[in-house]
């Protein structure tokens, strides 16, 4: 499994264009809330031979070196993009790397967006939610409307609770973005309607400025999953887009 550095990239993202990554995770490690079927970086098993989380400061000093060489190199920038191996709000210094990369971004690329991927389980804790609200794109997970769903394709931390989650998002008030994998396995499918209408029915709920669906597009730790195509995803959401919800679909 290869692994992110603490900044690494850019690279193209489907989502995001031009995207500068940073990884608040161990460079050789993978820690994360969730430990998902389909999620590139493999099982959380394989990923325990280095712990070690990246202070703010380190952050900051390889976010610049690498920010004031793509301006050197004339390297356009669209988004800096907080993903990597694991759960980035998990690392103690989250809160002040976010404020140190606004800073950074102000001045190396002010037009370039600050995105953090999240499955949002550290969203109730109150700094953590002031610091997402801070980025201009707070993209947080929902794949399954109930705890019991989620077991079966996000195997998540003790204590995860979908209904709090929910709550917790409730605070953007909508100024967020969901996003959502759509998958098939033995045990789950994002179609049925013990997942779809659940699932659809927290969108209305939170009102989300947008929705990102996607599929599979990477190797994945589990065999046997099954993608959708952009079309078949186009008709599970036809009633959401139909209802004048902002959805982007990717395959």
């Keep these: 499994m290869v692994r992110e550095e603490t900044v690494f990239g850019p690279i193209r993202s489907r989502r995001l264009g031009n995207s ?84 950074l971004r102000d001045q190396y690329y002010p037009l370039a967006k600050v995105s953090v991927l999240s499955n949002a389980t550290q969203v109730h804790r109150p700094e953590i939610f002031s610091a997402l609200r801070k ?33 917790a998002l409730k605070q953007f008030c909508g100024d967020f973005v969901l996003q959502t994998m759509f998958l098939k396995s033995k045990d789950f499918d994002s179609s049925s309607p013990e997942v779809l209408d659940g699932w659809m029915a927290i969108v209305r709920l939170l009102k989300p400025r947008e929705v990102m669906a996607y599929t599979i597009n990477r190797p994945t730790p589990e065999e046997g999953l099954q993608k959708f195509t952009v079309e078949e995803m186009t008709t599970f959401l036809a009633p959401l887009i139909q209802e004048g919800f902002n959805v982007q679909i990717k395959g």
Excluded at 68 to 92: H, M, W, Y
Excluded at 137 to 166: C, F, S
């Design 135 to 167: 980025v201009d794109n707070p993209i947080m997970k929902i794949d399954a409307p109930t705890n019991e769903l989620a077991e079966k394709i996000n195997y998540p931390a003790a204590g995860y609770d979908v209904n709090r989650v929910v709550e």
């Design 20 to 103: 500068l990554g940073i990884n608040l995770l161990p460079v050789n490690g993978k820690i994360c809330t969730f430990d998902c079927i389909y999620c590139e970086c493999g099982w959380n098993k394989d990923g325990r031979g280095d712990t070690r989380l990246p202070h703010a400061a380190e952050v900051r000093e390889a976010l610049e070196a690498k920010l004031r060489q793509l301006v050197k190199d004339s390297i356009p920038i669209d988004s800096i993009t907080f993903s990597g191996d694991g759960e980035s709000t998990i690392n103690p210094d989250f809160p002040q790397i976010i404020d140190d990369t606004l800073a």
